[in-house]
């Protein structure tokens, strides 16, 4: 008695591995990565199940695929990344903050407390040194340092 697989179109169980397979990487990155090739395999799925040989479910897979991530990558990017919201460090940029701690990169020193919290500073130019009690604007954050200049 012949079994289902045994008759089934080997590419059949390609495509169901292709859809579990890019399903459970998107749900791994959750970065809309794999999605489209999902629903390419989907299509090739379907028209193998309906006959179709092995060129046109690789066709429809790759057409799909192709027009999906084309058409709808952006548009969900921009509505999935609509909700990021900076985080509090994030808004110190552009401040005005006083200096606590002589600034120097050369000498690996500098230091500042903002808004209660102390702060690793350091200078945006090598050469750039930032006299303790001075003024300088945050114009950046480089992991735990602000990377800050001069105010004039």
């Known amino acids: 008695m012949p079994t289902i697989l ?3 179109d080997p590419y059949i169980v390609l495509w ?3 859809i ?3 399903v459970i990487g998107e749900l791994i990155s959750v970065g809309l990565t794999s999605i489209w090739f999902a629903a390419g395999a989907l ?7 309906f006959g179709a040989g092995p060129l046109v479910q690789f ?3 790759l057409i799909v695929s192709i027009v999906l991530l084309l058409s709808t990558r952006s548009w969900a990017q921009k509505y999935i990344n609509s909700r990021t919201q900076k985080t509090n460090a994030d808004s110190i940029i552009g401040e005005t903050i006083r200096i606590a701690e002589r600034v120097s990169n050369r000498d690996q020193t500098g230091m500042a407390v903002v808004r209660g919290q102390e702060w ?3 200078a945006r130019s ?3 040194v930032i006299e303790k009690d001075q003024n300088a604007k945050v114009v950046e954050i480089s992991g735990v340092k602000l990377i800050v200049e001069k105010e004039v």
């Open 6 to 8: 045994a008759q089934t």
């Open 43 to 49: 299509a090739a799925l379907i028209l193998g199940l």
């Open 20 to 22: 579990i397979a890019f």
């Open 16 to 18: 169901v591995l292709l």
């Open 126 to 128: 090598d050469d750039e």
């Open 120 to 122: 690793t500073v350091r």
């Open 59 to 61: 066709a429809a897979f």
